[in-house]
């Protein structure tokens, strides 16, 4: 199994920065062959693609949201991914989900990921 867990949510004023942290573990994760992602939801949405690294640190981004403000990176060593943040909007506002997959291959689809955190909120007010 493979357990995942987000930290680095938060309320910050529009135009200001985060930085979410993922952290992986469990038997089956291995590093080296999974991609990793981050996703967000906002209420009443459905959650959507944000941004995805595979193991040799290849990236891809929703190019109409967040590209150019967001940066997502990933520390094998210490199997955690991160999701820089800067210029937040309001319209960022959502949870926001890390994802694995059993593929070295990122894909943008929820459903073609296996396992999931519970989540961080990012409030970005106004």
């Known amino acids: 199994q493979v357990q995942l867990v987000e930290s680095g949510g938060g309320l910050v004023q529009a135009g200001g920065s985060l930085r979410l942290s993922c952290a992986a573990s469990g038997r089956t994760f291995s590093s080296s062959t999974m991609a990793m992602g981050w996703f967000r939801q906002a209420p009443g949405k459905e959650r959507e693609f944000v941004a995805a690294i595979n193991p040799f640190g290849g990236t891809t981004y929703d190019t109409d949201s967040v590209k150019g403000r967001f940066t997502i990176s990933r520390d094998n060593t210490k199997n955690t991914i991160y999701l820089q943040m800067n210029s937040l909007k309001p319209e960022d506002t959502a949870v926001y989900y890390c994802?694995?997959?059993?593929?070295?291959?990122?894909?943008?689809?929820?459903?073609?990921?296996?396992?999931w955190g519970p989540g961080t909120q990012v409030t970005v007010s106004s």
């Open positions: 994802a694995t997959r059993r593929q070295f291959i990122w894909s943008t689809s929820p459903t073609e990921y296996d396992y």
